[in-house]
């Protein structure tokens, strides 16, 4: 039984090829330890931003400065529709390790 809310909203940014994408995120912790969550994503403020994107993601988290994370990307056309047969077939999977505010922006 928890406690407290077990809902988790925040704010991401990504930087890709030269540029830096913000989403905005929403999900809820899996256990009282929040060592799982998932989190759904989506770009900000443009939601039909062209490129491929964040969707839904299953994180792990094991008390330290890491985070290891299977997601589900999405494509969008660059006429900002999407298309079922131009998704990727298999989750990208990755690590998010602790930074600093200018190590963000160095990278962007």
């Not at 930074?99 to 990278?107: D, I, K, N, V």
């Amino acid at each position: 039984m928890f406690r407290c809310s077990r809902d988790i909203e925040g704010e991401a940014t990504v930087c890709v090829a030269g540029r830096s994408i913000d989403y905005r995120l929403s999900g809820e912790v899996a256990d009282r330890n929040a060592s799982r969550f998932t989190l759904d994503s989506w770009p900000y403020p443009d939601t039909r931003e062209p490129g491929t994107h964040l969707g839904h993601l299953e994180a792990t988290w094991a008390g330290g400065d890491e985070i290891s994370i299977t997601a589900t990307l999405h494509v969008t056309n660059p006429d900002g529709s999407w298309s079922s047969n131009k998704q990727p077939a298999e989750p990208s999977r990755f690590r998010l390790h602790r930074g600093t505010e200018t190590s963000l922006r160095t990278a962007c």
